[in-house]
Protein backbone atom coordinates (compact mmCIF):
# COMPACT_ATOMS: atom_id res chain seq x y z
CA UNK A 1 0.00 0.00 0.00
CA UNK A 2 0.94 3.51 -0.72
CA UNK A 3 1.65 6.21 1.86
CA UNK A 4 -2.07 7.53 2.23
CA UNK A 5 -0.06 11.15 3.16
CA UNK A 6 0.67 10.90 -0.69
CA UNK A 7 -1.02 13.90 -2.37
CA UNK A 8 -3.87 12.50 -4.52
CA UNK A 9 -5.87 14.75 -7.17
CA UNK A 10 -9.18 16.07 -6.22
CA UNK A 11 -11.11 13.15 -8.51
CA UNK A 12 -14.83 13.63 -9.99
CA UNK A 13 -16.30 11.04 -11.66
CA UNK A 14 -19.91 10.74 -13.48
CA UNK A 15 -21.71 7.52 -13.92
CA UNK A 16 -24.70 6.48 -15.73
CA UNK A 17 -25.89 3.84 -18.22
CA UNK A 18 -24.64 4.64 -22.20
CA UNK A 19 -27.38 6.91 -23.28
CA UNK A 20 -27.36 9.31 -20.05
CA UNK A 21 -26.12 12.17 -21.33
CA UNK A 22 -23.05 11.99 -18.40
CA UNK A 23 -20.42 12.29 -21.72
CA UNK A 24 -21.79 15.45 -22.58
CA UNK A 25 -21.91 16.83 -19.29
CA UNK A 26 -18.09 15.68 -18.34
CA UNK A 27 -17.16 17.63 -21.41
CA UNK A 28 -19.04 20.86 -20.67
CA UNK A 29 -17.29 20.91 -16.99
CA UNK A 30 -14.05 20.31 -19.15
CA UNK A 31 -14.82 23.60 -20.85
CA UNK A 32 -15.75 25.18 -17.65
CA UNK A 33 -12.66 23.99 -16.17
CA UNK A 34 -10.21 24.14 -18.16
CA UNK A 35 -8.46 27.02 -17.08
CA UNK A 36 -7.52 24.99 -14.01
CA UNK A 37 -4.76 22.35 -13.80
CA UNK A 38 -7.61 19.13 -15.25
CA UNK A 39 -7.37 16.10 -17.03
CA UNK A 40 -10.29 14.27 -18.98
CA UNK A 41 -10.04 10.59 -18.26
CA UNK A 42 -12.49 7.95 -19.59
CA UNK A 43 -12.58 4.29 -18.55
CA UNK A 44 -11.87 2.14 -19.73
CA UNK A 45 -9.55 3.72 -21.82
CA UNK A 46 -7.06 6.97 -21.57
CA UNK A 47 -3.68 5.54 -22.41
CA UNK A 48 -2.78 3.47 -25.32
CA UNK A 49 -3.31 0.04 -23.75
CA UNK A 50 -6.94 1.15 -22.15
CA UNK A 51 -7.80 2.59 -25.52
CA UNK A 52 -6.95 -1.17 -26.89
CA UNK A 53 -8.75 -2.50 -23.87
CA UNK A 54 -11.66 -0.51 -24.82
CA UNK A 55 -12.11 -1.47 -28.38
CA UNK A 56 -11.79 -5.12 -27.01
CA UNK A 57 -14.30 -4.96 -24.88
CA UNK A 58 -16.84 -3.13 -26.78
CA UNK A 59 -16.49 -5.54 -30.09
CA UNK A 60 -16.31 -9.25 -28.47
CA UNK A 61 -18.59 -10.57 -26.13
CA UNK A 62 -16.22 -11.83 -23.53
CA UNK A 63 -17.49 -13.24 -20.51
CA UNK A 64 -17.55 -11.21 -17.29
CA UNK A 65 -14.58 -12.41 -15.37
CA UNK A 66 -12.27 -11.73 -18.02
CA UNK A 67 -14.48 -8.25 -18.85
CA UNK A 68 -13.76 -7.15 -15.24
CA UNK A 69 -9.84 -8.16 -15.53
CA UNK A 70 -9.19 -6.30 -17.94
CA UNK A 71 -11.15 -3.13 -16.83
CA UNK A 72 -9.22 -3.39 -13.76
CA UNK A 73 -6.02 -3.69 -15.92
CA UNK A 74 -7.00 -0.89 -18.03
CA UNK A 75 -7.54 1.26 -14.70
CA UNK A 76 -4.23 0.10 -12.78
CA UNK A 77 -2.35 1.48 -15.74
CA UNK A 78 -4.52 4.63 -15.81
CA UNK A 79 -3.64 5.33 -12.18
CA UNK A 80 -0.37 4.83 -12.42
CA UNK A 81 -0.30 6.86 -16.01
CA UNK A 82 -2.50 10.12 -14.73
CA UNK A 83 -2.98 9.59 -11.36
CA UNK A 84 -0.13 9.33 -9.67
CA UNK A 85 1.54 12.51 -8.97
CA UNK A 86 -0.74 14.44 -10.61
CA UNK A 87 -2.43 17.73 -7.77
CA UNK A 88 -5.53 19.16 -10.02
CA UNK A 89 -8.38 17.80 -10.80
CA UNK A 90 -9.28 14.69 -12.32
CA UNK A 91 -12.50 14.37 -14.51
CA UNK A 92 -13.41 10.78 -14.94
CA UNK A 93 -16.22 9.24 -17.59
CA UNK A 94 -16.45 6.12 -15.48
CA UNK A 95 -14.82 4.49 -12.64
CA UNK A 96 -15.30 2.16 -10.27
CA UNK A 97 -18.86 1.93 -9.81
CA UNK A 98 -19.17 1.14 -13.37
CA UNK A 99 -17.43 -2.24 -12.67
CA UNK A 100 -19.68 -3.06 -9.65
CA UNK A 101 -22.71 -1.54 -11.57
CA UNK A 102 -22.25 -3.77 -14.41
CA UNK A 103 -20.33 -6.23 -13.93
CA UNK A 104 -21.66 -7.00 -10.51
CA UNK A 105 -25.27 -5.83 -10.56
CA UNK A 106 -25.63 -6.34 -14.53
CA UNK A 107 -23.19 -9.99 -15.04
CA UNK A 108 -23.87 -11.35 -11.31
CA UNK A 109 -19.66 -11.22 -10.27
CA UNK A 110 -19.83 -11.14 -6.89
CA UNK A 111 -19.76 -7.40 -5.64
CA UNK A 112 -17.74 -7.88 -2.73
CA UNK A 113 -15.27 -9.30 -4.59
CA UNK A 114 -15.52 -6.33 -7.11
CA UNK A 115 -15.06 -4.09 -4.58
CA UNK A 116 -12.51 -5.93 -3.01
CA UNK A 117 -10.24 -5.50 -6.11
CA UNK A 118 -11.34 -2.22 -6.50
CA UNK A 119 -9.92 -1.43 -3.42
CA UNK A 120 -6.69 -3.10 -4.11
CA UNK A 121 -6.29 -1.13 -7.57
CA UNK A 122 -7.17 1.75 -6.67
CA UNK A 123 -5.08 2.30 -3.02
CA UNK A 124 -5.87 5.78 -2.06
CA UNK A 125 -7.07 7.27 -5.50
CA UNK A 126 -10.87 6.76 -4.71
CA UNK A 127 -13.56 9.81 -5.75
CA UNK A 128 -13.83 13.01 -4.54
CA UNK A 129 -17.16 13.71 -6.20
CA UNK A 130 -19.92 11.76 -8.05
CA UNK A 131 -22.46 12.09 -10.51
CA UNK A 132 -24.95 9.55 -11.08
CA UNK A 133 -26.75 10.57 -14.04
CA UNK A 134 -29.93 8.23 -13.63
CA UNK A 135 -32.34 7.70 -16.73
CA UNK A 136 -34.57 4.99 -17.68
CA UNK A 137 -33.04 2.49 -19.78
CA UNK A 138 -35.72 2.64 -22.86
CA UNK A 139 -35.37 6.58 -23.08
CA UNK A 140 -31.25 5.71 -23.11
CA UNK A 141 -31.41 3.21 -25.58
CA UNK A 142 -33.62 5.25 -27.66
CA UNK A 143 -31.28 8.13 -27.31
CA UNK A 144 -28.18 6.19 -29.14
CA UNK A 145 -28.08 7.21 -32.09
CA UNK A 146 -24.83 4.52 -33.27
CA UNK A 147 -24.86 0.77 -33.20
CA UNK A 148 -25.54 -0.37 -29.83
CA UNK A 149 -22.45 -2.89 -28.63
CA UNK A 150 -22.49 -5.57 -26.34
CA UNK A 151 -23.61 -4.08 -23.07
CA UNK A 152 -26.85 -2.23 -24.75
CA UNK A 153 -29.40 -4.20 -24.23
CA UNK A 154 -32.83 -3.35 -22.02
CA UNK A 155 -32.94 -6.34 -19.55
CA UNK A 156 -29.06 -5.82 -18.76
CA UNK A 157 -29.73 -2.28 -18.57
CA UNK A 158 -32.49 -2.68 -16.26
CA UNK A 159 -29.96 -4.44 -13.59
CA UNK A 160 -27.11 -2.03 -14.15
CA UNK A 161 -29.64 1.05 -12.94
CA UNK A 162 -30.93 -0.76 -10.18
CA UNK A 163 -27.44 -1.03 -8.92
CA UNK A 164 -26.38 2.28 -9.95
CA UNK A 165 -29.20 3.59 -7.37
CA UNK A 166 -27.93 1.41 -4.48
CA UNK A 167 -24.62 2.10 -5.04
CA UNK A 168 -26.18 6.12 -4.89
CA UNK A 169 -27.27 5.32 -1.91
CA UNK A 170 -24.44 3.71 -0.34
CA UNK A 171 -21.71 6.24 -1.35
CA UNK A 172 -24.13 9.43 -1.08
CA UNK A 173 -23.45 9.89 -4.68
CA UNK A 174 -25.01 13.34 -6.58
CA UNK A 175 -28.07 11.80 -8.53
CA UNK A 176 -29.48 13.98 -11.09
CA UNK A 177 -32.46 13.20 -13.19
CA UNK A 178 -30.84 12.80 -16.79
CA UNK A 179 -34.33 13.29 -18.49
CA UNK A 180 -34.06 16.81 -18.38
CA UNK A 181 -32.23 19.00 -20.93
CA UNK A 182 -28.47 19.40 -21.24
CA UNK A 183 -28.83 23.11 -19.75
CA UNK A 184 -30.94 22.05 -16.48
CA UNK A 185 -28.82 19.03 -16.15
CA UNK A 186 -25.85 21.35 -16.57
CA UNK A 187 -27.05 23.36 -13.73
CA UNK A 188 -27.82 21.13 -11.50
CA UNK A 189 -24.06 20.21 -11.51
CA UNK A 190 -21.85 23.51 -11.19
CA UNK A 191 -24.15 24.43 -8.61
CA UNK A 192 -22.44 21.50 -6.64
CA UNK A 193 -18.86 22.30 -7.83
CA UNK A 194 -19.97 25.57 -6.46
CA UNK A 195 -20.59 24.01 -3.58
CA UNK A 196 -17.50 22.61 -2.96
CA UNK A 197 -15.15 25.29 -4.23
CA UNK A 198 -14.30 23.70 -7.27
CA UNK A 199 -16.10 26.61 -9.00
CA UNK A 200 -16.72 30.10 -8.47
Request: charged share 30%; aromatic share 10%; proline share 2%.
Amino acid sequence: MENTTTQKPYIIVFEGIDGSGKSTQINIVYELLKDKNVKLLREPGSTEIGEKIRDILKSQKLDPKTQTFLIEASRAHMIENHLKGFKGIVLLDRFIYSTIAYQGYGFGIDISFLKTLNDFVCDIYTPDIVFLLDIDPKTALKRLKREKDVFENLDFLKRVRDGYLELAKEYSFYTIDASKNVEAITDEITAVLKQHGILS
